[in-house]
């Protein structure tokens, strides 16, 4: 073949980009790119949700407000904002793997301050700061469009991603059980919050290095390494780029679809927690648990979107995706509505976990859509404008007009409102 798929261990197309998804599969560059990818998504998410879980005892510490914590939760979504922007820019530049990993290493220290602060000031910058990992996204679905064919690359998106976001749910269970573990030897609960930070710092710089080190931008290598003069096609500039996935006035129509997915479990990721212990009177490991079902549910449910994407995309073209899209969007909606009805713990459980699925399934819909909104071949790459407009902060964008709007800090979901929900 002219394409030497003979060098891959799996089958390529005219760009080198795997025709097949083999999840469990460790073949380079493509499958290794994908496990680093979703590796490395998944501990910025660990560490951006570990606090969450542990508000009960941080709250009672630094005597937070419900304002204060509504406040750090909205500010956390605002340092994402602005670094999903500058994160594609980010990888057209530089290349994925040295975006994503430069990220998650400076972040590091910040994970790690956690320990040291005192102040619900300090709390919330804490927490802005911290927000910025999560642009790990962008370079985590833009690594996939890079080494996945079109015809899986909703999959691959969708596993990639879900995966990753496994990590919103984990550090909701594994939090309160490091606390715990630390307070067994008799530390005192308000040193021992601040000593499990420790885990998701190391953590997060580990996946980092491994990125960095064992990752590889584009099947046939690097980014830099690439890029040779003999390239027949002029590279685009950074603003031309911007400028051209700006207006782009679908990026925009699946910026705002993916904030009323994906911006929602953000929100519920930040306060899901603390409302079961609030409203149920549980205790903080019994209320991470539960808390972790919404969170984990994206080991299936997000790539399930993506896999029904690329089936309705086979069968009925562009129109399957959006229309399979509509339909579990709007699912996900009614069962939100539905949350915000039931009054008793069991009936909550249970909702919140199909609405889970639902709303994480619509998640990796968008993105079976991302790929095809525009494609603008550049010295032989391929960038999907939408998917820097749509990863690029519509979700966390949503989830703070959604706090300050609806929840109006925490005050509305801690009661179980159905406004709130609604």
Request: glycine content about 10%; some cysteine.
């Amino acid at each position: 073949m002219d394409f030497k798929e003979s060098e891959f261990a799996l089958p390529v197309d005219s760009e080198h980009k795997a025709t097949v998804f083999k999840p469990f599969s460790l073949a380079a560059p493509h499958m290794r790119a994908f496990h680093l990818a979703w590796l490395s998504l998944f501990a910025t998410f660990f560490s951006t949700f570990a606090i969450p879980p542990l508000l009960p005892i941080i709250r009672e510490d630094l005597n937070l407000t419900d304002t204060d914590i509504g406040n750090a939760g909205i500010a956390s979504f605002m340092g994402s904002i602005f670094s999903r922007l500058a994160m594609g820019t980010a990888c057209d530049v530089f290349g994925p793997r040295i975006a994503s990993a430069t990220l998650s290493l400076i972040t590091v220290p910040i994970v790690f301050s956690a320990c040291f602060i005192s102040t619900p000031q300090a709390f919330i910058v804490l927490r802005f700061l911290i927000g910025f990992s999560l642009a790990n996204f962008v370079s985590n679905q833009f690594w996939m469009s890079s080494m996945f064919s079109g015809c899986v690359v909703g999959v691959a998106n969708g596993v990639a991603a879900g995966w990753a976001d496994v990590g919103a749910g984990a550090t909701q269970l594994i939090m309160p059980l490091i606390f715990a573990s630390i307070t067994s030897f008799n530390v005192p609960a308000f040193t021992a919050w601040r000593v499990a930070f420790v885990v998701p710092a190391l953590f997060q710089a580990v996946t980092a290095l491994m990125v960095l080190f064992y990752g590889q931008d584009l099947p046939d290598g690097n980014y830099k390494r690439r890029r040779q003069p003999s390239s027949t096609k002029p590279r685009e500039s950074v603003f031309k780029v911007l400028v051209h996935g700006i207006s782009n006035y679908r990026g925009w129509v699946l910026g705002l679809t993916y904030g009323y997915c994906f911006g929602v479990e953000l929100t519920v990721d930040n306060v899901i927690a603390q409302y079961f212990y609030d409203r149920f009177n549980l205790n903080i490991e019994t209320a991470g648990a539960i808390a972790a079902s919404f969170g984990v549910m994206n080991l299936f449910s997000r790539p399930a979107g993506g896999v029904i994407s690329d089936k309705m995309g086979r069968r009925f073209g562009i129109r399957g995706r959006l229309w399979s899209l509509w339909v579990v969007q709007t699912v996900a909606g009614l069962l939100c509505i539905l949350l915000g009805r039931v009054n008793t713990l069991g009936a909550s459980i249970l909702i919140i976990c199909v609405f889970s699925v639902f709303v994480q399934a619509a998640s990796g819909l968008t993105f079976g859509v991302v790929p095809f909104v525009s494609k603008s071949v550049t010295g032989g790459d391929i960038r999907n404008d939408g998917e820097r407009w749509d990863d690029g902060g519509s979700g966390d964008t949503a989830a703070v007009v959604f706090r300050l709007k609806v929840l109006q800090g925490n005050k509305h979901f801690s009661d179980g409102s159905y406004d709130a929900c609604l």
